[in-house]
């Protein structure tokens, strides 16, 4: 049972750093589309950045459901708002 809490744990810690990594990208190709004035490839970034704190977002949800861990929905919209002020 230990070695499959280990592969879960490691599971959702690549699954994290893929969200975070896509987010990276994303804000690389925001920064790159300003600096050419090309919108399409702002946009392509700015879409990346969202998917990634979604990733992120949901990988949180799954984990506290697989600790059986309550996560309100107010709790999920705060974390939104926040991720959306940044």
Do not use: W, Y
Not at 45 to 64: D, I
């Amino acid at each position: 049972m230990t070695n499959e809490n280990n592969e879960h744990k490691k599971n959702r810690i690549k699954e994290n750093l893929e969200a975070v990594g896509q987010m990276i990208i994303g804000e690389i190709e925001t920064v790159g589309g300003i600096l050419t004035g090309d919108p399409v490839t702002q946009a392509e970034g700015e879409f990346n950045v969202e998917v990634g704190s979604l990733h992120q977002e949901s990988n949180k949800v799954l984990t506290a459901l697989e600790n059986n861990e309550k996560v309100s929905r107010e709790e999920l919209i705060e974390s939104s708002k926040d991720d959306s002020i940044e």
